[in-house]
């Protein structure tokens, strides 16, 4: 199997390249990454720290808290392949006009575990190709920014055996390596879309520090487009 050339030192912020790319008002930050390698964690220290500075923010989940969102979460080993990825993205279209829309209009930070590069993932474990699983999501708004995070295989499959009888059922037909390749698969896809995206190394740090790498950079983008 191929590794996914993920690299650099512990913390470090690698960044797609951009072009031309116009100043945006768009404070919504995605926060994306393999099962088990720390997203709600990272998250919630996010939110924590934005509400500590006095900074009007909101934060949502995928799927969403919403009676369709619980479904797909207490369905998710009934609904399979295409019908999934089709209510996954009705659910996050939804979510955005009804949550993460008013957010935005008013000026808050948003902070999204999981976005549009979940369902590139996880919906090619489910059987269906990365360009049909576009076709459900090409008009969901890119965010400022996609974080990924990203730790040893072995690191995050050891932290996933540790509460196996909680995994849902695509956790469990996949594997830290195959979602790693397929992160990086969609990462590949949407910087050729234009979509801003930067990784962060999570080997060997505290969710503190991570949650400073990423703070740094949700910061200086807060400031550049002011």
Known sequence: ???????????????????????????MYVIEGPNGVGKTTLCQLIVQRLAEMDIAHGSVTEPSATDLGRLI????AQITGRALALVVAA????QYDVTIAPLLASESV????????SSLVLQQIDGLTMEEVWLYNQYMPAPECVFYLYDEPEVIQAR?????SRLSRLEKKGSAMLELELYQDAYDFLDARGWRQER??????????ICDQVMNEVLQSCTMDR
């Open 1 to 27: 199997k191929r590794r996914p050339h993920w690299s650099g030192c512990p913390g470090a912020v690698r960044k797609a390249a951009t072009t031309n790319r116009k100043a945006s008002v768009v404070k």
């Open 73 to 76: 979460r207490s369905k998710e």
């Open 91 to 94: 659910d996050r279209h939804q």
């Open 110 to 117: 948003v902070i999204s575990d999981r976005y549009v590069p």
């Open 160 to 164: 996933l055996s540790t509460r196996m």
């Open 200 to 209: 962060v190394n999570c080997h060997g740090l505290t969710p503190d520090e």
